[in-house]
């Protein structure tokens, strides 16, 4: 059981109660209770703090601080963990805990190690999250790296918080892009073969690896794809092409620790008829005019600026058209809630899409979008904006061969998504506590140092006197890390892992501070065991939540 959640819902139960004997004894009025207990975030606020004396206020025609003092009067403070109760501010009641209630954390961390942090408040439902989806035309960028990062962590925060998660990569392996694909292989193949002045694409793709793999096909057969038909030499090349790409892609996200459950191909849905489908089902609910031979939604209607193409005047489906369908099959396919993770740049995209859910029948608030702002890498004070090796963007590859995945991945999930990212590449590999990740991975090392010194097994919680831990530093750490799996549940809710980075450094400041102030290793063998309990729970804490992030735990550093 969550210890913070059950002291949330006893302190909630029990100003229910008080509230209800202040009514009784006619100290205020109401009709209906609505209020919430939380964790405030300055600490001179007590360990709990409630908001109900201001949500009676209207109810009772009452000053809240009135309210909040008719409530703690009738609310029993014996034969429970709590100290005392003060009214602040406006109103809020503020709960201060003995410090004893929270020494169960510590038998709880150490029983239930690698879930510590968990719990059920997904109750099961079914989620699935779609993140990166590139196109196969190319390498992978920094906002890919960045998509990917986020995805993989929310995917296990949600997980650790008991939803059932599937992880899908939408391959636009259909469309435009696949014949812009083929024929710049086919351009480049035929330069390799000494055609220097054979005609590249005006929209080709013009990055080096279209040349590598040109180079490729040469190594395996020569110059027979120049004999073939240019249909026939073109389905080949593109296969081609696609087979390495998604390789490329697939091994590159692998590197960086993010591993899928579903790889879907767009290309399915031309083939089974699901995009005639939904333009057939859109145009049956009145939704599909046709103008200048295409077939036009009516986006407006759904508070887009202007319709939008389903069908070009060639009879082409457009990639709206196929996102439509794809995301009619993720909820055919019993997804309860879907999540997709998208550059800021499809901001106008978002409305059109739960609009076309919406008039699908499903209920588009069980789409959430993620919108992505911009990453900008610097070195040396200065903007980076091209790889070195391709003349391009900066890679992921190249980034994991410069500051290592476990830098990457914490700068790029340690912020919002919604704010541009400025990602420092020398703070990346610097190894000092302005370092975020170095800091935190620091903490874990410095505490399995400490446990290696003892040379001993480190004692059970249970058969410690937990009580020797007194200090206000031994308290705060005990404090945070009670804390994890309301942090758990929190951004697993809130669609936001960035928190526990946030929490990650936290913990590992608060187990600094403890460090320099307590001694772990005394001749005090009661004390000592007592503390070696409290950084074994630290190390549990720090270890999975570090892994929820996608980053290593290490043991030395």
Known sequence: MNLVKQMVDDLHNQLVLAAEAAKMKGKINFENLSFIVEVPNDKNHGDFASNIAMTLAKQARMKPRDIAQSIVDEFNIADNHIEKVEIAG?????????????????????????????????????????????????????????????????????????????????????????????????????????????????????????????????????????????????????????????????????????????????????????IDEVVHILTEKGLVYEKDGAKWLKTTEFGDEKDEVLVRSNGIPTYFAADIAYHKNKFDRGFQRVV?????????????????????????????????????????????????????????????????????????????????????????????????????????ARICSILSASGKTVPKAIDCDLTLLKTEQEWELIRKIADLPEEVASAACDLAPYRLARYATDLATLFHSFYNSCKVLTDDGALQNARLVLVNAARIALRNVLGLLGVSAPERM
């Open 90 to 274: 406006a109103g809020f009641i503020n709960f201060y805990l003995k410090k004893s209630w929270l020494y169960n954390i510590l038998i709880q961390a150490e029983t239930q190690d690698e879930t510590f942090g968990s719990s059920d408040v997904g109750a099961g439902e079914k989620v699935q999250i779609e993140f990166v989806s590139a196109n196969p035309t190319g390498l992978l960028h920094m906002g890919n790296a960045r998509g990917g990062a986020l995805g993989d962590s929310l995917a296990n925060v949600m997980r650790m918080a008991g939803y059932d998660v599937s992880k899908e990569y939408y391959i636009n392996d259909a469309g435009n892009q696949i014949i812009k694909l083929g024929k710049s292989l086919e351009a480049r193949y035929f330069q390799e073969l000494g055609q220097k002045d054979y005609p590249f694409p005006e929209d080709g793709y013009f990055g080096a690896d279209i040349i590598d793999t040109a180079k490729g096909i040469i190594a395996q057969v020569g110059d027979e794809y120049a004999k073939l038909s240019q249909e026939e030499r073109l389905e080949k090349m593109t296969a081609t092409a696609l087979a390495e790409k998604l390789a490329g892609i697939k091994k590159g996200l692998s590197n960086f620790g993010v591993e899928y459950d579903v790889w879907f191909s767009e290309l399915t849905l031309h083939e089974s008829g699901a």
């Open 340 to 444: 997709n993770i998208w550059g800021a740049d499809h901001h106008g995209h978002v409305a059109r899409m739960k609009g076309a859910m919406k008039a699908l029948g499903y209920d588009e608030s069980k789409l959430t979008i993620m919108l992505m702002q911009l990453v900008r890498l610097y070195q040396s004070g200065e903007v980076v904006r091209m790889s070195k090796r391709t003349g391009q963007f900066v890679t992921l590859e190249e980034l994991i061969d410069d500051v290592g995945k476990d830098a990457a991945r914490y700068f790029f999930v340690m912020r919002n998504p919604d704010s541009h990212l400025d990602f420092d590449l020398d703070l990346a590999k610097e190894q000092s506590n302005e370092n975020p990740v170095y800091y935190v991975q620091y903490a874990h």
